[in-house]
Every structure is written in structure tokens, then in C-alpha cells.
């Protein structure tokens, strides 16, 4: 189920948060780019295209906080890099990203599930492949060598 800017809203709402136009613009950028992996400054310069004008990064980031704390939103660490976003509804994915290149493939997560299987078998350890990556080669550096 795909989550709306209005669910979003409705959210913000519930938990007492003022609806303002940012507000409602980083409702709507993430459920518009549903599938997408968004960083809280790509998530930010959007709403700032969409509103016209500066707005302040601490609304995008306590709207984000927020979502989090209600499970509407997830993040995922890609490296050394910031933090990318997720709603709630989309498909668990797994990330690989490329050392060589930096190329980041979305697989989804029931298609490893015989390797996560195979790692708890072995270990005992439950994998959550929402929230992190394998790291290794894509297949053109891997043909590169």
C-alpha cells in the first residue's frame, strides 16, 4: 500500500505538529517519490523548489524525525554517506552498492531470503535488509577487474 501526503499529514496532525506549507511540501516530495532513495537535502532543495522560496533545513529534518518515530518512514545507511529515506508500504529492499563505483542496486529482500535464511541458520543472527548494504562490485567493474 502506497502511503499519500495526506496520510502523512494526517500524521503530523495527530502528533500535534502545526501544518505549514513546508510541512505539507515534505509530505508531498516523499510520497511522490515513492521507490526513490531521497537524502534529507535532496528531500530539502525539493521543497524549496516547490515552495519558491528558503525554508529552514530543521522543519525538514524534525518532519522526518517525526515520520521515523511513527514508522511512516525508514532510513538506510549507504556508506559514509548520509542517510537515505524510505516510506513505510515500499517493498523491503536490500542495497548493494559498488566500492569502485559507487552504483547502488536495489534488490528485493524476499529474493535473498535463502542468504538470510542461510545466515541465521549458521549464526543464530536475524538480518534486517531495510536498513543497510552489501558492499562489492557491480557487474561492469567487476568485468573490468
Do not use: K
Amino acid at each position: 500500500m502506497q502511503v499519500t501526503a495526506d496520510d502523512l499529514v494526517g500524521v503530523l496532525r495527530g502528533r500535534g505538529l502545526r501544518i505549514t506549507a513546508p510541512r505539507r511540501s515534505v509530505c508531498a516530495i516523499l510520497a511522490d517519490a515513492y521507490g526513490e532513495h531521497l537524502t534529507a537535502a535532496d528531500i530539502h532543495r525539493r521543497v524549496e523548489d516547490t515552495e519558491g522560496r528558503s525554508i529552514d533545513q530543521s522543519t525538514v529534518y524534525r518532519t522526518i524525525d517525526t515520520l521515523e518515530e511513527t514508522g511512516l518512514l525508514t532510513h538506510t545507511h549507504l556508506g559514509h554517506g548520509p542517510l537515505i529515506y524510505h516510506l513505510a508500504g515500499e517493498a523491503p529492499h536490500q542495497h548493494l552498492m559498488c566500492r569502485r563505483c559507487s552504483r547502488s542496486i536495489g534488490m528485493l529482500a524476499n529474493e535473498l531470503e535463502p542468504f538470510y535464511a542461510e545466515i541465521t541458520r549458521l549464526t543464530g543472527f536475524v538480518v534486517d535488509p531495510t536498513h543497510g548494504v552489501i558492499w562489492g562490485l557491480c557487474a561492469d567493474c567487476a568485468a573490468t577487474g
